[in-house]
């Protein structure tokens, strides 16, 4: 604490790396939530674009999944862990332009892969359909973004370790290991049979049940005591569920009728069982750490960060549901899982990000806030479509899965007993594009308000200069 | 947690155990186990698909099948069938072996309309305890293990899905969402590959009420008369445009080429036994792929 | 403990978020005690103990193998064919044995056995002297010759499940494993047992 950095210039040195990532990410969301609604018309008009290839179901699903992993989670992601480490370490990140460069240049690999799943070059594998040529080019963009972070990191001025702290460096440790495993043993040295199902399943587990949760959590428990003006509630609780989030959530991801000997499913929903208790932990900490301050509805980040981590709690309750044997029974291969994984992916991570880099945004642009009014809508739209997308997935999930555990009931009856659930979720991704559209909007103005600004400064700066020529006396 | 080497230590360390578990477990358990033989064959299983069927598994992932079919067999449990094939020539001892079996089994009844499943026990000992009398008396008898389950009901499989059907699938395409049928099985309740082309250019006309995208890229619209007749997708009067005809492409046999292929449950394993049917059914050419 | 801040990093509006330093609650630890048990316990049921080949409905290998075809394990009819060319001579087709001379085989307990160490050496070497099955005395004359150089492995074990497992005996199978066994614990041995020998044998 000795020679503290100004709050201003660690917030500037973030800003181009911040708008390289928040600004893709937000970009990448747009686009996502648009193959989203191409593949759900898919079921509303199947003849909708047949003699289209690339807009087929088989392909506009994995562009959805792979735009929103690594087109949104991943960069919205890193952007708040880089803002974060600088700011809780007290330290001006380390090389920013390398950052920015590595930025774009994992953005560019969204891009390939896209392309290349549109063309058919898909690996096969879900959650994970970007050909290695794609994938390497994000590993060693991941993998720059880190070095430069560490070094931030390491030239932290404040020793002290916030929790926050923690989950930012699992993410990052966690990231590259599992990308790597995956991009090995599944495209570069493909292992042979189901092995390459339980690595793929091993991956997504990791991803979307740990990474996520690592960083959203990151997120979360710098921005709830900070918005609401409380400590932390507390040290050992949140260090409680840090290490109950790695030791069980990683070996969660393999569902329960895999073509897998029966050990790896049972282990799996063992530690799906086992993610309640991180959970728990984490609904302690948002009540106690909440505890006497007024409910707020405005709309803003608190708002987000709160909803978002009671997502969790929620998406990991369900998790565990879902994997105990006679549930299981019922919801594995239904819309019910597609549901849960949404819930996870929108409600928590998206809530707690959207809340994150709507409260480091305005820091890093300098003086503009974002229109509160424009936040709101954003939230609201986020929210109720978040909740009409994930919902009626999983109730007509379930409805569909008790059809398709009675042999005599047609399948087809139980394909459609989903549709009600499925159209209704249709309306909450026109909700999810329309408040990711405004999420675009407030992200670009606030950009676009930085380089004004900064524009119309050295305009009179320049000016000044002039005026003495241009008044004529 | 004040120092960041233990951060990653405990990170390191979660991380560690679970991909020992997932990942090189696994790979040691069965990445590199040699394959074995069918239960009471001497043919290891499986066999790599043939020339056009590798293509069609290419097409098939390139397409993203995946996200609508899975190819998993599920099983909840496994029962056994008692069969009597023949009553032997001392009739009355048969039916006094099946009468010490059940009062209601030892009536000259039993022994009309043979073969048939005259008894259902739970394990192959029962079974056997059933079976050893009755065929003292010169009767011939046979235990018949039927893996159960709503997937087997559906006739999606005759058993549940191991690791061992899988060897050769890259990508292995186990999919994990059934908003249409499971395919593990399709080719054998569907061997006809007119009709998966059929299907795939339309597949209303092969099932009403299918809620499955129509894969018209995968044909071309020539000029009527111009192609090949062998390469045409014979429709019904009227479902080409006028004046038109509809062409298969490579893609497009290929593909169906590797449904038809599709037979993973065709044969027992020790992990997955049941006993086969003593000749190979006569497929049934209906609309029974979609069950 | 009470909600103490363990670090301020900085004050003002862009102070950093301190935290308390409050243990975890009691009712959070018993709950992950009670379900890590919960989770070890459905592990127990369902691993089937990380064996490579038994995937649900199956629990464990031993399950698996309650199941496996081929007629459920050896045909006890198999061995009959043998039974009548050799043994039924002396001790009839429906294993009654001849009154005074050969011993019954249906219902002996020489037969009847779960331990087989003892019955295999029979039809491997042979038995002399006299014998009391079932309460009776019998001469054995002629003595039982040994038919272990005639016949294989298999077809001493297809015998003797025959005998074990027909008239009403019911006994485990005997695998043509157990007759090599007990060939080579024989070690060449072609004198036959008296019963007396044999009884000082384990089972």
């Known amino acids: 604490m000795t020679a503290t950095t100004s709050t201003s210039r660690i917030d500037a040195s973030c800003r181009l790396p911040l708008f390289t990532l928040f600004g893709g990410a937000a970009t990448w969301l747009v686009l996502s939530s648009v193959f989203s609604l191409v593949a759900s018309l898919k079921f509303h008009a199947p003849a909708m674009f047949a003699d289209q290839a690339w807009l087929s179901y088989g392909r506009a699903y994995p562009a959805w999944s792979h735009l929103l992993v690594y087109g949104f989670c991943v960069p919205a992601g890193l952007g708040v862990c880089l803002w974060l480490l600088a700011r809780l370490g007290q330290v001006e990140l380390a090389r920013p332009l390398l950052i920015t460069f590595f930025a774009k240049l994992w953005h560019l690999g969204v891009l390939v892969g896209l392309i290349a799943i549109l063309a058919g070059q898909t690996t096969g594998y879900e959650w994970f359909e970007l050909p290695r040529y794609a994938a390497v080019i994000l590993f060693i963009a991941f993998v720059m973004i880190t070095v430069w972070a560490f070094v931030t990191y390491s030239q932290r001025t404040v020793e002290a370790l916030y929790p926050s702290q923690w989950f930012i460096l699992a993410a990052l440790f966690w990231f590259p290991w599992i990308f790597s495993t995956a991009t090995l043993l599944l495209q570069f040295f493909p292992v042979r049979g189901v092995v390459q199902a339980a690595v793929n399943w091993w991956y997504v587990g990791n991803l979307l049940n740990v990474w996520l949760t690592l960083v959203g959590l990151a997120s979360a428990f710098y921005l709830l005591p900070k918005l609401t003006g409380r400590p932390l509630h507390s040290y050992y609780l949140a260090l409680f569920a840090f290490l109950t989030v790695i030791l069980f959530g990683t070996w969660t991801g393999i569902p329960n009728h895999a073509a897998l000997p029966a050990w790896m499913p049972a282990l799996s929903s063992a530690a799906s069982l086992l993610s309640l208790i991180p959970a728990l932990a984490v609904a302690t900490i948002v009540i106690l750490t909440g505890r006497g301050t007024p409910v707020s509805r405005n709309g803003g980040p608190l708002c987000f960060t709160k909803l978002g981590a009671w997502a969790l709690v929620l998406a990991t309750v369900l998790l565990a549901l879902s994997t105990s044997p006679g549930v299981a029974r019922v919801t594995d291969y239904t819309w019910f899982t597609h549901g849960q994984t949404s819930l996870r992916i929108y409600g928590f991570f998206g809530m707690t990000m959207l809340g994150a880099i709507y409260h480091i945004l305005p820091h890093v642009v300098g003086t503009n806030r974002i229109a509160a009014g424009r936040m709101r809508i954003n939230f609201w739209l986020f929210m109720v479509g978040t909740v009409i997308f994930a919902l009626p997935l999983m109730a007509g999930g379930i409805a569909q899965g008790l059809k398709l555990a009675n042999p005599d009931v047609a399948f087809l009856d139980a394909a459609k007993a989903a549709m009600m659930g499925f159209r209704l979720s249709t309306l909450g991704e026109l909700l999810l594009l329309a408040a990711n559209l405004v999420f675009l909007f407030n992200i670009v103005s606030a950009i676009v308000s930085y380089y004004r600004v900064l524009c119309r400064s050295a305009y009179e700066e320049a000016t000044e200069q002039l005026e003495p020529v241009g008044v004529k006396p | ?291 | ?203």
């Open chain 2, 1 to 291: 947690m004040r120092s960041s080497a233990i951060v990653f230590l405990a990170a390191f360390i979660a991380l560690s155990a679970s991909w020992a578990g997932f990942v090189l477990a696994p790979q040691l358990q069965l990445g590199r186990a040699p394959l074995e033989k069918s239960l009471g064959t001497e043919t290891l299983y499986p066999v790599a698909r043939p020339g056009l069927a590798a293509q069609g598994a290419e097409v098939y992932t390139a397409l993203g099948c995946v996200y609508c079919h899975s190819q998993q067999v599920g099983q909840d449990g496994v029962r056994c069938d008692i069969v009597l094939s023949e009553p032997g020539t001392n009739v009355l001892a048969t039916l006094a072996a099946l009468r010490s079996v059940d009062e209601n089994l030892g009536k000259p009844e039993t022994l009309a309309n043979l073969p048939k499943v005259i008894k259902t026990v739970a394990t192959v000992a029962a079974a056997d305890a059933i079976v050893k009398p009755l065929r003292e008396t010169g009767a011939k008898a046979g235990v018949k293990i039927v893996p159960t389950g709503s997937d087997i009901s559906r006739g999606w499989g005759r058993r549940r899905t191991v690791a061992q059907d899988y060897a050769y699938d890259l990508p292995v395409q186990l999919g994990t969402r059934r908003a249409g049928p499971d395919l593990a099985d399709v080719g054998a309740r569907q061997p006809d590959i007119e009709w998966h082309l059929r299907h795939l250019y339309d597949p209303k006309s092969e099932v009403k009420d299918s809620t499955m995208p129509p894969y018209r890229f995968l044909f071309e619209e020539r000029p009527a008369g111009k192609s090949d007749p062998a390469d045409v997708l014979a429709l019904p009067a009227g479902a080409a445009p006028a004046g038109k005809e509809i062409v298969k492409t490579d893609a497009a046999r290929a593909l169906a080429a590797y449904l038809v292929s599709l037979r993973t449950t065709d044969v027992p394993l020790q992990e997955a036994p049941f006993t086969p049917p003593p000749a190979p059914p006569a497929a049934p050419a209906t609309n029974s792929a979609a069950q």
């Open chain 3, 1 to 203: 403990m009470t909600d103490q801040p363990q670090t301020a990093i900085s004050a003002g509006p862009e102070a950093e978020p301190t935290v308390t330093t409050t243990t975890v609650p009691m009712w959070l630890i018993v709950g992950t005690l009670v379900l890590l048990f919960l989770s070890a316990w459905y592990f127990d049921l369902h691993g089937a103990w990380f064996h490579a080949k038994v995937y649900p409905p199956y629990t464990s290998w031993a399950n698996v193998n309650e199941f496996q075809p081929g007629d459920g394990g050896p045909d006890p009819n198999k061995g009959r064919p043998l039974y009548e060319s050799n043994c039924a001579l002396c001790h009839n087709s429906d294993g009654s044995g001849k009154p005074g001379q050969a011993p019954p085989l249906a219902g002996s307990e020489w037969v009847v056995t779960t331990g087989v160490n003892r019955l295999i050496r029979i039809p491997q070497v042979g038995l002399t002297g006299p014998i009391k099955v079932k309460g009776q005395d019998y001469n054995n004359l002629p003595s039982m010759a040994g038919m272990g150089a005639t016949y294989t492995d298999e077809q001493l074990a297809d015998v003797l499940n025959y005998i074990r497992n027909s008239w009403g005996n019911k006994a485990p199978f005997v695998t043509p494993e157990q007759v090599k066994k007990v060939r080579t614990d024989l070690g060449g041995r072609s004198q036959p047992y008296t019963p007396d020998e044999l009884m000082k044998l384990p089972e």
